[in-house]
Nanobody, 124 residues
């Protein structure tokens, strides 16, 4: 069964850091484009960052560029998101996803390729 399980979220003060993890099973992360999304209450789900292809290239949303790093460990089939200098605007549920990337556009796979998310709350 395809499964993605996010972890690593929590409560952090502004300026703090978190490392989110996404453990995949039932498929290989290395066979897909992969991404992190986030969704704040009342807002649409937003793509934070992705790895479009197997060469290890990365793409970041302007909102997190320069302070976040996406990485993938194929040996453990785990996706990571390191987030630094966190601000209250980063508060959201963070989701990992596997899909495809064509023409600078990320296309999520079916709903089984979404995790349940991990809550990140940035507050003083």
């Amino acid at each position: 069964q395809v499964q993605l399980v996010e972890s690593g979220g929590g409560l952090v003060q502004p300026g703090g850091s978190l490392r989110l993890s996404c453990a995949a099973s039932g498929f290989a992360l290395g066979d897909h484009a992969i991404a992190w999304f986030r969704q704040a209450p009342g807002k649409e789900r937003e793509r934070v960052t992705c790895i479009p292809s197997g060469d290890g290239s990365t793409v970041y949303a302007d909102s997190v560029k320069g302070r976040s790093t996406i990485s993938r460990d194929n040996a453990t089939n785990t996706l990571y998101l390191q987030m630094n200098s966190l601000q209250p605007e980063d508060t959201a549920v963070y989701y990992c996803n596997a899909g495809a990337y064509y023409g600078s556009t990320y296309y999520p796979a079916g709903y089984d390729y979404w995790g349940q998310g991990t809550q990140v709350t940035v507050s003083s």
